[in-house]
C-alpha cells in the first residue's frame, strides 16, 4: 500500500473551455466568492476585480465546521491540492453552513464534507445530505454512512458484517425512562449482558462515539477499580478511581480488554490504496500523555502488515469515507479495530500533506477529468521510472514479465500419403467428378468400401512379386486396406 501519482503542478492540460452555461456555472461560484484559479479561497474574500476567466476548473468544495476546514492539515493539504492545474479548492463558511438553506450553499463538483461535534454548535449533516442530493458532487467521504460512524454500536456491526477482527462485544441499551430494566447481571469480578459474560478487565463504552468516557474495570486481583478515559485535557488522558461497579444509566457496549503492548496504532486511510499508520501510548496506562518538547504527543512510527493494510482497505470502503481514522489494537498476535472516526487528517507530518493532497488529486481528476474534457492521465513519478544503476551503467528494471503460455500437446495427425498409377483408381476418381474441380474427397461407407476393393484387389495382384518398390507399394496398400477394413 503506498501512495501514487504526482502533483497536478507537472500536468499539461489544455486550453481553457468556452462552453457557455459551464462557463455561467464558474461564474456563478466566482460571484459568490468561492473560487479562484489554482488558489484557496474563503466566501469572505470575493475580489471580483482580479477574476481572470480561468481554465475550465474542477471545484472542490470544504463542507465543515471552521475548526476543521480551517486546521492546519487541512490548510497544508487543500494548498498541494490546488497545485493540479484544473483543480480550485473552496471552503464554504460556517455561517453559511449552518444559516444559509443549500440551496444558497456554494456550487461544487467534488465535496469533501464530515461530521464533527464543534463546541457550541453540531455540523449540519443533515444539511450536507440535502445539498449532496441537490447538486450530485462526487462525495470523497459518504456522508449517510457519517450517522452510523456516530454509533459505535454500528460501527460494531459494520466491521462485523465485512469480517473484520474486532473485541468480542455485547451491547446493553438502556431506555432512559427504566433504566433498571435491562439484561445486565453484575458480579464481582464479571458482568453478563445479555446472558454473555466478561470477566474483568472489560472495558465501557458509551454506544455514542463522540462521547469520550470510555472506562476500563480492573479485576479485584490487580486492585480493582477502574481507569476513566476522557477526551485529553493538557497532559492528561484518564484517571483511576477507587469505583470497580459499572455505570446504572445511559447505553454501553461492554467488550473485552485486549493486552497490547501499551500503544494504539492510528490509522489514516486516503483512498483504500494508501494508509498511514502511528502508535500513540494509550490513554488506559497511566492517563499522562507523552508530549516532546514542542508539546506535541509524541508518536511512534508503525509498519502495517499485509493484514493490517487489507484491513485498511476493508475498512476505508465498508464506511465509504476516503480520509477515515481508525484504531487498530495489537493484541494476541492479532490486530484488532476497536474504533472508527470517519474523516481525519494525520497531523504533523509532511509526508502525509504531500502524499494525501496526491492521492486526493488524482482521484477527483480521475474521476471527473473525462466529464470536464481534461486530458488526465497520471504521470509517473521520478520514483516510478524504473532506471536502475548497474555495474554496467544506468539500466532500466526489468519488473515483470508477461507471458502467455498454451500445452503443446495436439493429436498427431492420421494422415497417409500415397502415389497412385493404377487405372482402377483413377477410374474411381472419374465416377466421383474428380475431373471436375481437380480433386476428391470420399466419405461414404460405399465410396470407402470401393476404394478398399481395389486395394484388396491390386494386394492380390502384387502377390507373387518381390521387387522392392513392389514391396513399397505393397506396403502402403496393405496400410491402407488394414484402415478401412478397421
Ligand atoms: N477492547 C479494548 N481493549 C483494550 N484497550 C481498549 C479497548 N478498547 C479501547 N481501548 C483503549 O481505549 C482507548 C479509547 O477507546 P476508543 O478508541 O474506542 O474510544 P474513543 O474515545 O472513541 O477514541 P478516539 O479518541 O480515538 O475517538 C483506545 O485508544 C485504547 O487505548
Ligand atoms: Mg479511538
Not at 482580479?50 to 492539515?73: A, L
Not at 431506555?175 to 459474560?197: A, H, I, S, T, Y
Request: net charge negative.
Amino acid at each position: 500500500m503506498s501512495s501514487s501519482g504526482v502533483e497536478g503542478r507537472d500536468q499539461n492540460g489544455s486550453s481553457s473551455f468556452s462552453i457557455a452555461s459551464e462557463n455561467e456555472h464558474r461564474q456563478k461560484t466566482k460571484r459568490e466568492g468561492m473560487g479562484n484559479e489554482g488558489d484557496m479561497r474563503t466566501g469572505e474574500e470575493e475580489d471580483e476585480e482580479c477574476y481572470s476567466p480561468p481554465e475550465r476548473q474542477i471545484v472542490v468544495g470544504i463542507c465543515s465546521m471552521t475548526k476543521k476546514s480551517q486546521s492546519k492539515p487541512m490548510t497544508q493539504i487543500m494548498e498541494r491540492m490546488c497545485k493540479f492545474q484544473y483543480i480550485t479548492v473552496i471552503i464554504f463558511p460556517e455561517e453559511v453552513i449552518l444559516n444559509e438553506p443549500v440551496e444558497n450553499w456554494p456550487l461544487c463538483d467534488c465535496l469533501i464534507s464530515f461530521h464533527s461535534k464543534g463546541t457550541n454548535e453540531r455540523f449540519p449533516l443533515d444539511k450536507a445530505v440535502e445539498y449532496a442530493k441537490l447538486r450530485n458532487p462526487l462525495l470523497i467521504n459518504d456522508l449517510k454512512m457519517q450517522y452510523y460512524i456516530q454509533d459505535r454500536r454500528e460501527v460494531y456491526r459494520i466491521l462485523q458484517q465485512e469480517g473484520i477482527d474486532l473485541p468480542r462485544y455485547a451491547v446493553l441499551t438502556r431506555d432512559p425512562d427504566r433504566p433498571e430494566e435491562c439484561n445486565l447481571v453484575e458480579g464481582e469480578d464479571q458482568v453478563e449482558v445479555n446472558g454473555e459474560v466478561f470477566p474483568k478487565p472489560f472495558v465501557e463504552k458509551p454506544v455514542c462515539a463522540e462521547d469520550h468516557n470510555v472506562y476500563i474495570y480492573y479485576p479485584t486481583s490487580a486492585g480493582g477499580g477502574s481507569q476513566r478515559l476522557f477526551r485529553k485535557i493538557g497532559s492528561r488522558s484518564s484517571v483511576y478511581s477507587p469505583e470497580s461497579s459499572v455505570r446504572k444509566s445511559g447505553s454501553y457496549i461492554y467488550e473485552e480488554f485486549m493486552p497490547t503492548d501499551g500503544t494504539d496504532v492510528k490509522v489514516y486511510t486516503v483512498g483504500p490504496d494508501y494508509a498511514h499508520a502511528e502508535a500513540r501510548k494509550s490513554p488506559a496506562l497511566d492517563g499522562k500523555v507523552e508530549r516532546d518538547s514542542e508539546g506535541k504527543e509524541i508518536r511512534y512510527p508503525v509498519m502495517l502488515s499485509a493484514m493490517e493494510k487489507l484491513v485498511a482497505r476493508k475498512v476505508c470502503m465498508a464506511f465509504k469515507q476516503t480520509v477515515c481514522g481508525f484504531d487498530f489494537l495489537r493484541a494476541n498476535g492479532h490486530s484488532y479495530v476497536c474504533d472508527v472516526n470517519g474523516f481525519s487528517f494525520v497531523k504533523n507530518s509532511m509526508k502525509y500533506y504531500d502524499d494525501c493532497a496526491k492521492v486526493l488529486g488524482n482521484m477527483v481528476m480521475r474521476e471527473l477529468a473525462p466529464q470536464f474534457h481534461i486530458p488526465w492521465s497520471i504521470p509517473l513519478e521520478a520514483e516510478d521510472i524504473p532506471i536502475v544503476p548497474t555495474t554496467s551503467g544506468t539500466m532500466m528494471e526489468l519488473r515483470c514479465v508477461i507471458a502467455i503460455i498454451r500445452h503443446g500437446d495436439r493429436t498427431p495427425k492420421q494422415k497417409m500419403k500415397m502415389e497412385v498409377r493404377h487405372p482402377l483408381f483413377f477410374e474411381l476418381f472419374e465416377k466421383y467428378g474428380g475431373y471436375k474441380s481437380g480433386k476428391l474427397k470420399l466419405k461414404k461407407p460405399k465410396q470407402l468400401q470401393e476404394v478398399l476393393d481395389i486395394a484388396r484387389l491390386l494386394l492380390a495382384e502384387l502377390g507373387q512379386h518381390t521387387d522392392c518398390e513392389i514391396e513399397e507399394k505393397k506396403g502402403k496398400l496393405e496400410q491402407l486396406k488394414t484402415v478401412l477394413e478397421m
